[in-house]
T-cell receptor, first 113, second 112 residues
Framework: DAGITQSPRYKITETGRQVTLMCHQT?????MFWYRQDLGHGLRLIYY???????DKGEVPDGYVVSRSKTENFPLTLESATRSQTSVYFC????????????FGPGTRLTVL | GENVEQHPSTLSVQEGDSAVIKCTYS??????FPWYKQELGKGPQLIID?????GEKKDQRIAVTLNKTAKHFSLHITETQPEDSAVYFC???????????FGKGTMLLVSP
């Protein structure tokens, strides 16, 4: 089906482990974004990408790594998970600059024990 | 960078009443202001947006107003219905217009 998907939807891991969250979109949108949502903080941008092989930091990039080898995929890796990274993670995509609608995935709920 | 403040954090209304959510922003260069609605267990979805060249925009029961001088914008929902219950986020563009900065969200509860 067309759209934006995230996997897994739920993940429990332990501190120090590496975790990769996947994001896939079928619209060939050039822009993709990763946000985390925490109570009291709203949506905070972690990383974004303007095109394949072009990525840039957002507001809270520390502890995260991204890559974009293909336009449709934008994985987010926590290289050594910490409890403070327990959150709900949303991927989004848009056709262009910030004045284009962002389409959000369903989210991944990550718990770091 | 851009800073977006959103109030109130929670809002309870009776069905049929109006609801107003207010946001302020800091970057005078911002020129795009969307509103997103997030239902429980789902990702946010765009419901309305406004650009800096207009002061008001309406779409059925929802409207957004923008005051560029005061750097604030508001979401107005009239004749609220229980299905309007959700978290609403305002946002403003920044950083060469590539990204959005979101407010912290408003949980709207519409009671039948």
């Amino acid at each position: 089906d067309a759209g934006i998907t995230q996997s897994p939807r739920y993940k429990i891991t332990e501190t120090g482990r590496q975790v990769t969250l996947m994001c896939h979109q079928t619209w060939s949108h050039s822009y993709m974004f990763w946000y985390r949502q925490d109570l009291g903080h709203g949506l905070r941008l972690i990383y974004y990408s303007a095109a394949a092989d072009i990525t840039d930091k957002g507001e809270v990039p520390d502890g995260y790594v991204v890559s974009r080898s293909k336009t449709e995929n934008f994985p987010l890796t926590l290289e050594s998970a910490t409890r403070s990274q327990t959150s709900v993670y949303f991927c989004a995509s848009s056709a262009g600059l910030a004045d284009n609608e962002q389409f959000f995935g369903p989210g991944t709920r990550l718990t770091v024990l | 960078g851009e800073n977006v403040e959103q109030h109130p954090s929670t809002l309870s209304v009776q069905e049929g009443d109006s609801a107003v959510i207010k946001c302020t922003y800091s970057d005078s260069a911002s020129n795009y202001f969307p509103w997103y609605k997030q239902e429980l267990g789902k990702g946010p979805q765009l419901i309305i947006d406004i650009r800096s060249n207009v002061g008001e925009k309406k779409d059925q029961r929802i409207a957004v107003t923008l005051n560029k001088t005061a750097k604030h914008f508001s979401l107005h929902i009239t004749e609220t219905q229980p299905e309007d219950s959700a978290v609403y986020f305002c946002a403003a563009n920044e950083k060469g217009y590539s990204t959005l900065t979101f407010g912290k969200g408003t949980m709207l509860l519409v009671s039948p």
